[in-house]
């Protein structure tokens, strides 16, 4: 049997709902990897490889990509760049070959999620290694302060869908998480513009932390790693309290 059609495959495993959601979808997904991905999707839907099998590679990725920053130099900082990157392809193929397969579990969304929080938390702990250069000190600290920052960003998201199960509550759409406060509103459409949030995800991250390690090279030290960390540690601490107000200031918990 030849592999399926690509117009039959995004029908199926690239659902409009999913693909339009404002939170459900990554910009490097729209921009680029979603065009990969169902070229990827396509041949492993005749394999029998499972989306938990895929998502278990997508894990092993990200953690690698925090893993790869441990290697000095620009080296490092590439491979955890193309870590990182496939950590977002299987990401999206995973998903894709479930919903084709018909094969989507509570263990693979369970998975999922937690190999987000891995991948992102190891990024930022590597990067505090490398900023350490010996592996100790105040920068690792940093690093690992900033990985908690992260998880803490992740786990007050995903915190709303367990308060809401456990009230009986179906998921909240994209107009619950409007804030009622006209106040908050206008002080979230503002960093919105500005979109700074999105270095504390692991795909920014990455991209900061390679460009850094340019700089690292040019001028023969770990000043601009340092910097970059640094940046990254004190975005990750303002938005987790402002991203805790925006979700108690939203309709997401009622």
């Given at each position: 049997m030849?592999?399926?059609?690509l ?9 409009r ?9 990554h910009w ?8 990969i ?11 029998p490889?499972t989306?938990d099998?895929?998502?278990?590679t997508m ?8 893993a790869?920053?441990?290697?000095p ?13 496939l950590?977002?392809l299987?990401?999206?193929?995973d ?20 190999g987000?929080?891995l991948a ?7 990067a505090?290694?490398?900023?350490a250069?010996?592996g ?21 998201t995903d ?25 908050v ?29 340019v700089?690292?090279?040019?001028t023969?030290?770990?000043e601009?790693?340092?910097w970059?960390?640094?940046?990254l ?15 108690l ?6």
């Open positions: 030849g592999a399926p059609v117009e039959e495959l995004r029908e199926v495993c690239q659902p709902a999913k693909m339009e959601s404002r939170n459900g979808e490097a997904g729209r921009l680029y990897m979603r065009r991905s169902l070229r990827t999707t396509r041949h492993l839907v005749r394999t490889v989306p099998q895929l998502t278990w894990v092993v990725c990200g953690v690698a990509s925090g790869a920053l441990m290697i130099g620009l080296t490092g900082a590439v491979l955890a760049v193309v870590l990182m990157q950590f977002l299987f990401d999206c193929v998903g894709e070959v479930a919903r084709w397969k018909g094969q989507n579990s509570a263990a693979g969304i369970y998975v999922d999620r937690l987000a929080y992102d938390a190891a990024l930022m702990a590597g505090g290694y490398r900023a250069e010996s100790a000190g105040g920068w690792l600290s940093a690093g690992i302060a900033t990985a908690l920052g992260v998880v803490l960003l992740k786990a007050s915190l709303v869908d367990v308060a809401r199960a456990r009230r009986g509550l179906t998921v909240a759409d994209d107009e619950s998480t409007r804030p009622r406060s006209e106040g509103a206008t002080v979230r459409r503002i960093a919105a513009a500005f979109r700074i949030h999105r270095v504390t995800n692991g795909i920014e991250a990455s991209l900061v932390l390679l460009v850094a390690a700089a690292d090279t040019v023969g030290g770990v601009p790693t340092r970059a960390l640094g940046a540690a004190v975005i990750t601490w303002v938005m987790v309290p402002a991203h805790l107000l925006s979700i200031s939203s309709s997401r918990l009622r």
